[in-house]
């Protein structure tokens, strides 16, 4: 009983939708397809119902709802509410998000790009309980980042702070879709490590070059797990890259820790070991020592928890 | 007339104290020589010495001194005001500096490190005046690094934040001190100036190798001033790689102003254009857009000024 904020992560596949008491605690969740291809219309009107239905929820069980907090895919205006583009959702520029939602639901709504959410729901009740600094690196078919420092979202002068998959770490490397070359997103990310093996098989057998183009992320792994050299390899290689680009943030932040999710923290075994060693040897002794390398504890969950946690911030109800 | 502080930048080389007022507006300055061979207790001891003389200065203008903040190099645990080490005085291991200066003035003192202390200093009364968020890169036989976000000094968990000479830009690339390879410092500095410009003389003759050992950074800004092409193309190099850091951090913390600082910067129109160039083509276009590229306002007061604000900030004095 008492005050409660509904949190939803509005993927590209995904919609999540969760009731969430001060605390943190979910009371009720859901899940269901976001079917973007229906477009901004169809798309907001689901958002706004499957709020509405976790609030009655909430009421029902004699919650007072006070806010609501999105997480969303893409470049937000952050005080404004607003989507300025998201790839997505190609029909959403420069949505009006808040004003939507506020005008269909008469509360109080608060619009958080989705990367930097999940790092706030993961600092907030997942690896990054009772520390205030951290970075959460997403590994999934990119890199997402998302920074928290002193308990808060860092977004800088934009609300474009965190595009840490864009660091360049290799100058005249891999072509990114961001324009840049040598991106930690082309090396650390399920793209990469398919790209990576892709290259070596090429190096094997140069005329076998397009028998490669549906080979995946998770039969590299399967392989790797099955003993395969290459792709225990690959793997290696990919937590290296992912090293450096830790041991960057290190030096740079001295963060208290570094949280992974994504897709690809499920081989989380088959590269760690490579990621320490590359921060050994690459970031200060004292920092590298102290920064916790974690695993997400949220999974699924942390971008939903998140926009509750951005929700409660902004409305001043204390966490 | 009113209250004040005193600002003292310690380098391994001079020592510079400053009286400002609560506005930052310097009233007295001066600077000797900081003769650190003579050791711990004899360095101590002029600093002490130079407060007092500020503070004497401060007190017959009718003004009074109500903390004193020192910037020194090296790694320094703020709370506790020690200096951990510092490779500019061998033996200051763990010197409890805060408390010997304290029990010697009966006045507040803060300890910060000095590229810190120099960040804070350009953005309260230098290059950043009137923003919240820049990073300041000191460019001079290494690169420095201070990040100050929301008025405030960005310290991380241990005080270890902000170096950024240490962010690893070709991963396998020059040796450098901090027992990496590849960092920015390697490049972006006089020594990496040096370092680039040799390796190209040795390229064209490998058998003069040993003819190198003594140019300086300053003959190579001077034979590219004077049109010659190797050195300019050395500037430029130097400037490329400048530039891949500096897009890193704009991805990274979308600041407002990112501020060049130090010796080289004198040869700020030799290697900014190429910079430019680079931060164009690699960091996010909105926030690369948004980031003004500045030289250094305060130059070596900049230490002096952010100690002092150090000192205002942490007995809330109101700026």
Not at 24 to 40: P, Q, V
């Amino acid at each position: 009983m008492g005050l409660a904020v509904i949190g939803v992560d509005l993927g590209g596949t995904n919609l999540r939708a969760a009731v969430l008491n001060h605390e943190g605690d979910i009371l009720s969740k859901h899940k269901e397809s976001t079917r973007a291809a229906e477009g901004r219309v169809k798309v907001v009107a689901r958002l706004i119902e499957n709020i509405r239905r976790q609030r009655e929820l909430a009421v029902h069980e004699g919650h007072e709802i006070v806010a609501v907090g999105v997480g969303a895919p893409g470049v937000i205006f952050g005080d404004k509410g607003i989507v300025v583009k998201s790839p997505n959702f190609p029909d959403w520029n420069n949505l009006p998000l808040k004003a939507e939602l506020e005008t269909a639901l008469t509360l109080p709504v608060f619009i958080e790009n989705d990367a930097n959410a999940a790092a706030l729901g993961e600092q907030w009740r997942g690896a990054g309980r009772d520390i205030g600094s951290m970075i959460l690196l997403t590994l999934g078919t990119g890199v997402g980042g998302g920074i928290v420092l002193d308990n808060k979202i860092w977004h800088g002068a934009d609300g474009m702070a965190g595009e840490i998959g864009h660091m360049t770490l290799v100058p005249e490397g891999r072509q990114c879709s961001c324009g840049n070359t040598g991106c930690l997103e082309m090396y650390a990310s399920s793209r990469g490590i398919v790209q990576t093996y892709c290259e070596e098989l090429i190096k094997r057998a140069p005329r076998d070059a397009d028998r490669h183009g549906d080979i995946t992320s998770e039969q590299i792994y399967q392989a790797a797990r099955e003993g395969d050299g290459l792709a225990l390899r690959v793997m290696k290689d990919m937590g290296r890259m992912l090293g450096i680009g830790i041991a960057n943030l290190i030096n740079i932040f001295n963060p208290e820790m570094i949280v992974i999710g994504g897709g690809v923290r499920d081989a989380w075994p088959l590269f760690i070991d490579a990621t320490r060693e590359e921060i050994r040897k690459r970031a200060f002794e004292a920092p590298a020592e102290r920064t916790a390398i974690m695993q997400s504890l949220l999974g699924d969950d942390a971008g939903m928890v998140g926009a509750a946690a951005v929700a409660l911030q902004r409305t001043r109800v204390p966490r």
